[in-house]
Nanobody
């Protein structure tokens, strides 16, 4: 069983930055994928970015060049540095972990981009 806890959301003006963090605990295997999804109001949850334990990284086109995903395998933590934020980035951001065919999700953290 894996528990994921996100932090770092908040309110920021357009063009600003935020850093999200996700702490994983429980039974975590050496090979896994962690990443972020987000869900805007009344919209489906969409994938944002992912990173494997050997640092293979992928981004959605909507955030490429503005967001940076990273992880610390020793501490089982995940981060998402978000720069040049836009109003359309407003959403609840969810951390996830996939290992051995099992998916785990965090409870989400709200990011609001507004002037």
């Amino acid at each position: 069983q894996v528990t994921l806890v996100e932090s770092g959301g908040g309110l920021v003006q357009p063009g600003g930055s935020l850093r999200l963090s996700c702490a994983a605990s429980g039974t975590i295997f050496s090979a896994n994928v962690m990443g972020w999804y987000r869900q805007a109001p009344e919209k489906q949850r969409v994938w944002v970015a992912s990173i494997t334990t050997d640092s293979i990284i992928n981004y959605s086109e909507s955030v490429k060049g503005r967001f940076t995903i990273s992880r610390d395998n020793a501490k089982n933590t995940l981060s998402l540095q978000m720069n040049n934020l836009k109003p359309e980035d407003t959403a609840v951001y969810y951390c996830y972990l996939i290992q051995r065919g099992s998916n785990s999700w965090g409870q989400g953290t709200q990011v609001t981009v507004s002037s």
